[in-house]
Nanobody
Framework: VQLQASGGGLVQAGGSLRLSCAASGRSFSRHAMGWFRQAPGREREFVAAVAWTGPSTYYADSVKGRFTISRDSAKNTVYLQMNSLKPEDTAVYYC????????????????WGQGTLVTVSS
């Protein structure tokens, strides 16, 4: 089972990036997918999550209205569109998957990608 995250980079404040997470190795038809991030010196925190079936999405308050999570079931891929980026969004972003419904606690996720670095300059 592999989760491959990509799309990170350096962007100025106010800019946009789209992260992708491609899942392979098994079917994720009953898995919720989430994005988490970890900034230097801080704990990993929940960013957004989507149920694998149906339209349910969840966001951290800090990114609501700026980030959008979506998934393409046919491609086994989840996306995180990040707009109006702020310097405080700088972190390594990780995608994760868990069997069952959406949960915001990272401890309940079974599979993790390798992380992709997002740096937002002021």
């Amino acid at each position: 089972v592999q989760l491959q995250a990509s799309g990170g980079g350096l962007v100025q404040a106010g800019g946009s990036l789209r992260l992708s997470c491609a899942a392979s190795g098994r079917s994720f038809s009953r898995h919720a997918m989430g994005w988490f991030r970890q900034a230097p010196g801080r704990e990993r925190e929940f960013v957004a999550a989507v149920a694998w079936t149906g339209p349910s999405t969840y966001y951290a308050d800090s990114v609501k209205g700026r980030f959008t999570i979506s998934r393409d079931s046919a491609k086994n891929t989840v996306y995180l569109q990040m707009n109006s980026l702020k310097p405080e969004d700088t972190a390594v972003y990780y995608c994760a998957a868990r069997y069952g419904g959406v949960i915001t606690d990272s401890d309940d996720y079974d599979y993790w990608g390798q992380g992709t670095l997002v740096t937002v300059s002021s």
